[in-house]
């Protein structure tokens, strides 16, 4: 099992470009979530899919925008890219919402 | 979600135990005590978990006081690999998606 996996690794992007990160896990899991970390700023929560079909605003969803695709893949867009979205940005998912969350290698985005 | 208060940094010998403690004072009856790891910016990895019980897997020990207010998580034989962040986060397992939420954590070094 490869668990949660992320793509890309690194992004740079220039101010107002827009791009996707992609999330997908093989362990048949109901919910996905996904986080930026920044320094001294701990994990916030942008998005979460409880289940298949749903998505919810999580602490910081401005800026972005989350697409369920199917149970097994969750990505994450940024429309117009800012700077204060420079991250690292984890994805993670869990059996249910209720349950441990397991997290992928993260993607460290620059946006200039 | 109760806060959780742990020591900014620790130091362990290789091929020691080390004992990361957490305070967790205003925790209540149905909260779980979750430890998670951040190694060297990788996403964190999720270790062990418990209520009242003591809890032991392969990775760790967790170890959790009467009154539940304070916990302890053991790495029983220290390796420079276990140098890492780890993160001692409380959350409630009922009634769907409860917020997890990552504090400053502990810096713990393995010294050779």
């Known amino acids: 099992n490869a668990g949660v996996t992320q793509t890309p690794k690194f992004q740079v992007l220039k101010t107002g470009q827009s791009m996707t990160l992609q999330c997908a896990q093989d362990m048949n899991h109901n919910s996905m979530y996904w986080y930026r970390q920044d320094p001294g700023m701990g994990l916030r929560l942008i998005y979460y899919s409880a289940s298949e079909g749903t998505t919810d605003k999580g602490e910081v969803p401005n800026g972005y925008n989350v697409s369920r695709l199917n149970k097994r893949e969750f990505s994450l867009r940024l429309e117009s890219a800012a700077p204060s979205q420079t991250s690292v940005y984890f994805c993670?998912?869990?059996?249910?919402?209720?349950?441990?969350?397991?997290f992928g290698p993260g993607t460290r985005l620059l946006v200039l | 979600d109760a806060k959780t208060t742990q020591p900014t940094s620790m130091d362990c010998a290789e091929g020691r135990a080390a004992n990361l403690p957490c305070n967790h004072s205003?925790?209540?009856?149905?909260?779980?005590v979750y430890w998670y790891r951040q190694i060297h910016s990788q996403g964190p990895q999720y270790i062990i978990h418990g209520l009242k019980n003591n809890e032991t897997n392969e990775m760790a020990s967790l170890i959790i006081t009467e009154d539940r207010k304070s916990s302890t998580l053991i790495l029983p034989h220290a390796t420079l690999r276990d140098t890492a962040v780890y993160y001692c986060?409380?959350?409630?397992?009922?009634?769907?998606?409860?917020?997890?939420?990552f504090g400053t954590g502990t810096k713990l070094q393995v010294i050779p």
């Open positions: 993670a998912s869990s059996e249910r919402t209720e349950e441990t969350q397991y």
């Open positions: 986060i409380v959350r409630g397992l009922s009634g769907g998606y409860q917020k997890v939420t």
């Open positions: 205003t925790i209540s009856g149905n909260e779980y």
